[in-house]
């Protein structure tokens, strides 16, 4: 089950185990949070932050959510106008709450694969996503493995977009060649960046 060390999570406006969609065509939405050992969604205010930075290309774009979790993420981006999403999640019971959140919304352009994310990344790409959010457990630290499935593999389009969280203590890994730092913060003990690859 991809689980995260539990971190304060509560965000303002959602109490715990609700999910708040903070902004977009489903704003103020609220979904329930399934009881998973270490399950929570991303903090509001980091949602705000990151929406804030992808807002020249999140409309129209092609998202996946890996590690997704509630799928604060892409439920996130479907709400500011993503085109589609692809959420990879292996706990069953997150993936089966993930696909009710989905239908809750009667979102359109939704699939949730319940695989582990680096084997799913090993295999070929079915298309390439303008927008990856990457959100691993943080005890885990596979950043840096991740980053070069995705490079290697293909997954992303050109110019497109890598966010990643981790845990404040662990370092930025090394970038695939031709990947770029756009935007990096820290926010209590979460450490989240921007990059983009050429």
């Not at 991303?42 to 092609?62: C, H, K, Q, S, V």
């Not at 979102?107 to 694969?113: K, L």
């Not at 390439?128 to 990457?134: K, N």
Request: hydrophobic share 40%.
């Amino acid at each position: 089950m991809q689980q995260k060390n539990k971190k304060n999570s509560k965000s303002r406006g959602s109490p715990p185990g609700r999910l708040r969609i903070v902004a977009g065509k489903w704003r103020n939405r609220v979904l329930p949070v399934v009881d998973v050992p270490g399950l929570r969604p991303t903090a509001e205010r980091i949602r705000e932050t990151l929406f804030n930075w992808l807002a020249p290309t999140i409309d129209g774009a092609r998202c996946l959510d890996l590690f997704a979790g509630t799928g604060a993420l892409g439920i996130e981006a479907m709400s500011r106008g993503a085109a589609a999403v692809e959420f990879v999640e292996n706990s069953r019971v997150a993936a089966q709450a993930l696909r009710d959140s989905i239908e809750a919304l009667e979102a359109p352009n939704a699939a949730v694969r319940q695989v582990d994310a680096v084997g799913y990344l090993g295999g070929e790409p079915t298309e390439r996503f303008d927008v990856v959010f990457l959100d691993p457990p943080f005890a885990t630290d596979q950043s840096g493995e991740l980053c070069r499935l995705l490079a290697s593999r293909g997954w992303l389009a050109k110019g497109g977009h890598v966010y990643l969280e981790q845990d404040s203590r662990q370092r930025v890994p090394d970038l695939p060649d031709g990947w770029e730092m756009l935007k990096e913060k820290v926010t209590g003990k979460v450490r989240y960046s921007l990059i983009r690859s050429r």
